[in-house]
């Protein structure tokens, strides 16, 4: 079985991330080359980089950008935002991603799905999804960042890129994006265990303990998140520890010394570790060590 992964997201719009508060409210943070330095030096899987008014704007992503952060992140690299071609996809990789994101395109042309797919591999293709209760409190799929109904089903359409050739899932919860709750465990359960083909969990992480939620009861293959880890020191390798805490199969660094934490109740680290995080810490690590 692979291992889970640990993924934070880069949302940025004029040059600058910024936090999302449900796909209509922003607030600036910082650079995107600043973050991406520091988020693949504290032990991350992969980075995504989402350009929100890209499409919105009729531009393509920024090269240069993707040129120069990749130059320096040793770990891949998701790029979405702007892609409507082949062409743009090309450009990306040649810049320096490892894997592009689409949602609008793939809505408007789904068989684009599968021409990125024969192309570039399936490995290469993430298909973005943007989703809220309607006002008839069902699931449904919005477009244009989250502003307009689709009248697609979740689950239905998720099959459909897998079909079509997608080779990951990123699973965006509108209704929960930046407030905090955790994930809507209902919606990543629904579509991850539908699909065969891996399911990124993203939207209203809050607390470190979310992420260890969004796969024991979520299914999903990879948790991802944006808010926490801009505001939080050395949050990535604080919830790697939960994660590993919690017996989950997850990728190590080994230069983190995850057998030394615990954590008071916000979530920070405590001095002192505790018997049971080594214990685990060995069972994960025991083979390097006898």
Known sequence: MLKKRLIPVLVHMDNLIVQSINFHRYLPIGKVKIAVEFMQKWDVDEIVILDITATREGRTPDLEMIADVSRKCFVPITIGGGIGNIETIRSVLSAGADKI??????????????????????????VSMDIKKNSAGTYEVYGDSGS????LDPVEWALKAQELGAGEILLNSIDRDGIKTGYDLQLVRLVSNAVSIPVIACGGVGRMEHFVDGVKKGHASA?????????????????????LRAGIDIRLDSLAQYNQFTFDESGRIQKKPDADLEEIWFEHHKKDVI
């Open 101 to 126: 994101s689409i949602n609008s395109v793939a809505l408007s042309t789904p068989d684009f799905i599968r021409q990125s797919a024969e192309f570039f591999g399936s490995q290469c293709v993430v």
């Open 148 to 151: 307009k109904p689709t009248g």
């Open 223 to 243: 948790v991802a998140a944006a808010n926490i880890f801009q505001y939080t020191e050395h949050s990535t390798i604080i919830a790697k520890a939960h994660l």
